[in-house]
Structure formats: structure tokens, C-alpha cells
């Protein structure tokens, strides 16, 4: 008997799933836990594994198609076996919604081509849904692309890569420049942007925020911080030392490892540190486990290989949620102060400015040059007061600006 293949939720948080890629077709044979396709979720992409065996008999959400969590996307059964019972209404694409964009073409029962344009040579492109989605949306021309994909078809990866090897090696976030007098364009919502919108607005009006900025003086660091990378091929980032940091003072002060629980607030027995990580699409917090039992070397190499997953979109679910903490650092943007939004489930976040020069007066009031960083501390009020808050931003100044004291 014919079994439906349903979308599953890969993430958490996952409410519907844009199918990125099929690796399998109609027709061919599959297995439990062979990847049926690719599914671009509310976080990353992720590979959908199958739970059932035999003949991927009929595609029903094509390469482009955006489908709620428990929808069908795919039937699988014997060879000949009849399905027409099992299917339901097709699942439409979200680009079939957006203005002055054509139908599929069908070709023949159960088959179907997108309308093609021609290269500059005469030659057919061939471009799957998705990819023509993002080369639009970041303005790609395709007619610059070879395809990777079956018969020179342009998929998702081959417009990834074309957008980076376009991006300017100041930033690959970089708007790009347009010319006055050009028409506005509807940008379809990722399921990223969807997510990222939803809960940032649940956490902004239902926790009530207050801030307060400490100024800390981070010469000696800097200077720790020379020492240790001095014989180092591969250098330690300043958010290691942070992150490793901030672990310290947090064992100190449990409280701000906690959650509100709506009849109770929940307080981590783990320093499990978030830190946000910008996407071309949005953004996402990968999270380093126990900072509190682990060493900066480590720290490093964790974070190191969760950014570089973040940045191409293999972040497993565990890796990105149940922080009791979050690190914003936007220093090496140039920005001097800001404030952040909590992310859930914790009840903090730190926001990091760049490091500059300041003229200060020592004890004897006398004018010197100090390294200066200004950090931001965002709070739900529900679950930490601002006097613990206070006390904590106090000893992270303390921490910070003789850090050796902690780390030794």
C-alpha cells in the first residue's frame, strides 16, 4: 500500500518548509533514511531523510514550493500502484503568488517545466524555482551562471556562489547600489525572515526590556590577548575570550541564567552562551555548551566551526536553541553602542561595541589614551531586577579589565 510522505518539522520552531532541492525523482527507488530533498526551514537547510521504502511514485511540492508542517509532499509505494486517492489539493508555490510571474508549463501528465528565457547566445537557461527566487532577489543575472544540476539545470548552490564571488570584500551584506528612478520590487518572506520577525516581536512586547551600558577598559586584554595569539597560526578571536569571560562571571551570578516560565522561572544549571551570527538572509545563534567547564582554546574551535555551519546554512537544531545567554557583537561593524533584543528563551543579552580610544584621568587625575568598549545589557524585567542586573554588569567591568585575575 501507497504511503504519503508528509513535510516533518526540522526544527523546533519550523511551521512550514520551502523544498529546496529533490535528490530523488519519480521513479526512483528509496530507502529508509536516504535524503529525499532538501528543505530550506525557518533556521537552515536541512536534508529530509526518508522513513518509508520503495518507488518515490509521485512529487507533489515542486523545487520552489513553500508547505505547512504535515502537508503532503511526495507519495511512495510499489511500481504502477494507483494513487490518485491519496493525493490532495497541490500545494501551490510561493512564487505563484507574487505578481508577473508565469505558471508552470505542463508538459505532459505529471510533469512540468518552468517557462525558460534564452542566454545571450541562443542556448536554453534551465533554472530551478528556487535558484531564479534568489538570483532575483539578489540580482543575479543569470545568463553569467553555468548550471551544476541535471542537464546544466541552475540550482540553489550555483546562484550562492555567484552572489559571493560578486560580494565586495568589505561585506558580503552590503546593499547593492541602485540607480534613481528604478521601479520597487516585492521581496518574498523566507521562512528565516518569517521566524526571525515572529519571535523577535513575541520577545520585545511581551518581555519588558531595560538596558544599562558599562564602560570597560580593555587595554590589559588586548594586551593577554597579544601574548596568547603571539606564536598562534590560528588566532583566538576576541569573542572567545569573551564568551569565556562572560561564563566566569555569569557561575557568579545564576540569576541571569534564567527563563521566564509564565507560573514559574526557570534558572539553567549550564552557561550555554549564544552568539548572533549574520546570514545573508537573516540571522542565527549558534550556541557553545557548558562555557563554564571549558577553556578558551576550546571555546574557539567550537565557535569557529558553528559560525562556519551557520554561514552555510548546517546547523543542526541542538546547535542553535536553548541559549540561558546571547552575545551580540557588532564591533566589527564600526558600531559604537546599541541595544539589543532579548532571544529566547533567555532573559539576557549582551550587545558588544568596537573597541576605540578615549582620553580617561587616572587615579592621580592625570589624562591617559584607554582602549574603551562600551557592552549593553538587555533584561526582562519579569525575571532579573535592575539591582542584579547592576551588580552583574559591575563585575563583568571588573572581570573584563583584569582578566587574568579569572583566568589564572
Not at 528604478?182 to 516581536?201: F, H
Not at 522561572?265 to 545563534?285: M, R
Not at 582620553?359 to 542584579?388: K, P, Q, Y
Amino acid at each position: 500500500m501507497a504511503d504519503k510522505i508528509l513535510m516533518l518539522a526540522l526544527s523546533p520552531t519550523m511551521e512550514t518548509g520551502t523544498i529546496a532541492h529533490w535528490n530523488k525523482h519519480e521513479g526512483d527507488n528509496v530507502s529508509s533514511g536516504d535524503v529525499l530533498c532538501e528543505v530550506e526551514t525557518d533556521k537552515a537547510t536541512m536534508d529530509y531523510e526518508s522513513t518509508v521504502e520503495g518507488k518515490l511514485i509521485k512529487i507533489v511540492a515542486q523545487e520552489g514550493s513553500s508547505v505547512k508542517v504535515g502537508d503532503l509532499i511526495a507519495i511512495a509505494g510499489k511500481d504502477g500502484e494507483d494513487v490518485t486517492s491519496l493525493l490532495t489539493k497541490p500545494v501551490a508555490s510561493k512564487r505563484e503568488k507574487e505578481k508577473n510571474v508565469s505558471e508552470p508549463v505542463k508538459k505532459k501528465e505529471g510533469e512540468y517545466e518552468m517557462p525558460h528565457e534564452q542566454r545571450q547566445d541562443g542556448r536554453r537557461i534551465k533554472v530551478s524555482p528556487l535558484a531564479r527566487e534568489i538570483a532575483t532577489r539578489n540580482g543575479v543575472d543569470l545568463n553569467r551562471i553555468e548550471g551544476s544540476g541535471p542537464q546544466g539545470r541552475i540550482v540553489k548552490n550555483d546562484v550562492e556562489q555567484a552572489i559571493e564571488q560578486k560580494s565586495t570584500p568589505v561585506s558580503s551584506l552590503a546593499p547593492a547600489l541602485i540607480a534613481g528612478g528604478g521601479e520597487s520590487r516585492k521581496i518574498p518572506l523566507t521562512e528565516k525572515r518569517k521566524a526571525i520577525a515572529r519571535r523577535l516581536s513575541e520577545s520585545m512586547f511581551t518581555a519588558p526590556h531595560y538596558y544599562m551600558t558599562v564602560s570597560v577598559g580593555v587595554d590589559t586584554l588586548l594586551d593577554a590577548r597579544k601574548k596568547v595569539n603571539a606564536h598562534r597560526e590560528s588566532k583566538i578571536s576576541m569573542n572567545a575570550f569573551l564568551i569565556k569571560l562572560l561564563a566566569e562571571v555569569l557561575r557568579k551570578h545564576p540569576a541571569m541564567l534564567s527563563s521566564w516560565n509564565g507560573d514559574s522561572i526557570v534558572q539553567y544549571g549550564s552557561v550555554d552562551i549564544a552568539i548572533a551570527v549574520a546570514q545573508k538572509d537573516g540571522l542565527i545563534t549558534p550556541v557553545i555548551r557548558n562555557c563554564e567547564s571549558k577553556g578558551i582554546l576550546a571555546i574557539d574551535i567550537e565557535l569557529k566551526e558553528l559560525v562556519t555551519k551557520a554561514r552555510g546554512n548546517k546547523l543542526l537544531p541542538e546547535e542553535y536553541t536553548g541559549c540561558s545567554f546571547t552575545i551580540s557583537n557588532l564591533g566589527s561593524y564600526g558600531i559604537r553602542q546599541f541595544t539589543a533584543i532579548i532571544n529566547p528563551p533567555a532573559s539576557a543579552i549582551l550587545a558588544v561595541g568596537e573597541i576605540f580610544k578615549e582620553v580617561v584621568f587616572d587615579e592621580n587625575d592625570e589624562e591617559m589614551a584607554r582602549s574603551t568598549m562600551l557592552l549593553t545589557l538587555s533584561c526582562d524585567h519579569r525575571v532579573i531586577d535592575g539591582a542584579v542586573a547592576a551588580l552583574f554588569a559591575a563585575d563583568l567591568k571588573t572581570c573584563m579589565e583584569d582578566p587574568m585575575a579569572v583566568l589564572l
